[in-house]
């Protein structure tokens, strides 16, 4: 391996591409970080991709071949699974005798060879691509083929059918709402819809969005927080299967111009999944968004959510208070909403009256009261919380403080001897005090009332079918700030990528928090009107470890990877 890397060395610095100066940088990165040195010059900038693959082409004598203007029989593609061409970064192209072309980022990397001679059994003649294009290529070119097929039999079904539906133009036309309605009701139509929620759903998608374009329909499901894009029937399909969605959401089919929000249930074997349904009108037509509510993937138990043993302990302490407020914080899709229902759960008894206020109600809970908000007839949260009052509760949640008239009779429920649980969309939990004293809370009303203040994120898992460990060098462990306690070296943990976790390296997620508690310290502070750094200052000095901490604890225990962890978190400033 060494004198092929040698010999990509030699090829580059005689071409005057890189100078002595970029390889010795570019050998050390390749030290620290590890990946191929090909890699690790264009991602430094040294060199773009295409000057390369001439280098190479010339240098080497393998020929180059731009794979955008050729096309690949399906035969050929079947030799050398999707797996194994991603993990590669390789595709085959052609097949003659016992000859395979093989069109490959590194030519250079002869394991890929052998193992690909060695499951086809052919003999391989390696040819040079660009990585982007064969990246691409492997994405068009493979198939998930279960999906595939099926939509493509249901469409072989409907041929006979007029399918054909009228454009919307600019001004808003559509087609016709009777016939709309009889192309919900048609078979392929029916078979189409329920074919993409129950992929998204096998899947464990959190979300499905179903997105109109100039020329084409575009299908994708969110799966731990990263969006995916699957495979969806042809554009002429896209008007009647949202509005199918709209029959099956009781909503209007024959409005277009305005949003629509909804739901509706539907039985997948053992189970019943909920769907919550958002449709707004574009361009090109509506765009479905659905949010997937499955109860077998979601975890309503507060000791499986993820929480580190300091956190866990913090939350259910607060929570065993007669009184007080508890709020949770962060960004949209960070788990606020899951942590308090898991709270209530933990909380939940036959003497306890818990009643709570959402917009909209995710999960339906069993012997908790759930209101969900309708503005547009006045049930807005600060009059729902007015009546809820009356109900005699024990413990409410309400589902967002939005403004100020919520947050005043939340704050008053909290110091008239309720349990009140809250979110409130802020980064960081001391963020949350100065948001509270901009809405117009006084400080001895926060001081009072408020218990402690979480503020979480939800990072993805390893996928524990493809995990691999790597020794972490001096200066990752200094930029990560890790105190080591021994001379060991420290190990951090990633996923290859398989079968398993669709080549993503993750599978699942876990939830990682700071909690601030208002002690004595704090309270003085707020009393004060601190600014957030010196709020922040202090409930570390008092104990608190930040998100960047307890996600550097998760990447140690080899639950998550480093990128994970910086991208979900922020650096913690300097303090004395």
Not at 17 to 27: F, M
Request: charged share 25%; glycine share 6%; net charge negative.
């Amino acid at each position: 391996m060494s004198s092929l890397r040698e010999r990509l060395q030699e090829i580059l610095i005689k071409n005057k591409l890189i100078t002595e100066d970029d390889l010795k940088l570019a050998l050390q990165v390749q030290k620290e970080s590890g990946g191929k040195l090909s890699d690790v010059l264009v991602k430094l900038n040294l060199i773009n991709e295409r000057d390369l693959l001439i280098a190479l082409s010339e240098g080497l004598g393998f020929p180059p071949i731009s794979l955008a203007r050729f096309k690949i029989e399906p035969e050929v593609l079947k030799l050398i699974p999707k797996e194994m061409a991603k993990h590669y970064q390789i595709i085959p192209v052609s097949k003659m005798g016992k000859a395979l072309t093989v069109a490959m980022a590194d030519p250079l990397n002869i394991f890929a060879i052998d193992d690909v001679k060695t499951l086809t059994g052919y003999d391989i003649n390696p040819i040079i691509a660009q990585q982007k294009e064969i990246m691409a290529t492997i994405e068009q070119s493979y198939y998930e083929e279960p999906t595939t097929q099926v939509i493509d039999e249901i469409i072989k079904e409907a041929t006979d059918m007029d399918m054909e539906v009228v454009r919307a133009s600019q001004e808003g036309t559509l087609t016709d709402t009777s016939e709309l309605v009889r192309l919900t009701r048609e078979a392929p139509v029916i078979k189409i819809t329920n074919l993409l929620l129950e992929r998204a759903v096998e899947m464990s998608a959190s979300d499905i969005l179903i997105e109109p374009w100039q020329h084409s329909m575009r299908v994708r499901v969110r799966v731990d927080g990263v969006l995916r894009e699957i495979e969806a029937p042809p554009l002429k399909y896209h008007p009647p299967i949202v509005s199918r969605i709209k029959v099956m959401s009781n909503l209007d089919i024959s409005e277009h111009r305005l949003p629509q929000d909804g739901r509706f249930k539907l039985r997948f074997q053992d189970r019943v999944v909920d769907f919550r349904v958002s449709l707004m009108p574009t361009f090109h037509g509506e765009k479905a968004a659905l949010r997937i509510l499955d109860k077998r993937t979601a975890t309503l138990d507060v000791d499986r959510l993820g929480f580190d043993t300091e956190t866990l302990a913090t939350v259910k302490a607060s929570s065993d208070r007669p009184h007080g407020m508890i709020l949770a914080c962060g960004p949209t899709g960070s788990g606020k909403t899951t942590t308090l229902y898991s709270i209530l759960k933990y909380v939940d008894s036959p003497e306890f009256n818990i009643v709570t206020v959402e917009d909209p109600v995710e999960f339906q809970l069993e012997g908790i009261n759930q209101v969900n908000i309708r503005p547009e007839i006045g049930l807005t949260f600060a009059s729902c919380l007015r009546s809820i009052l009356r109900q005699d509760p024990d413990v409410i949640m309400i589902g967002e403080i939005r403004d100020f008239d919520t947050v005043d009779i939340a704050i008053k429920s909290a110091l008239t001897g309720h349990l009140v649980f809250s979110t409130l969309h802020t980064t960081t939990a001391s963020g949350s005090i100065i948001r509270l004293l901009n809405m117009g809370v006084e400080p001895f009303l926060i001081t009072s009332s408020v218990l402690c203040i979480l503020n979480q994120r939800l990072i993805r898992k390893i996928c524990e079918a493809c995990k691999e460990s790597y020794v972490l060098t001096d200066a990752m462990v200094e930029s990560l700030g890790i105190k080591r306690t021994t001379k060991e070296p420290l190990r951090a943990h990633r996923g290859k990528g398989c079968k398993k976790c669709f080549d993503m390296g993750y599978a699942g997620r876990t939830a990682i928090g700071e909690v601030l508690m208002l002690t004595p310290p704090i309270k003085e502070l707020i009393m004060q009107k601190a600014q957030e750094f010196e709020l922040k200052a202090a409930a570390r000095r008092e104990g608190m470890k930040t998100l960047r901490e307890n996600g550097i604890q998760k990447i140690l225990e080899g639950t998550t990877t480093i990128e994970e962890v910086l991208h979900a978190t922020a650096l913690d400033e300097h303090l004395s």
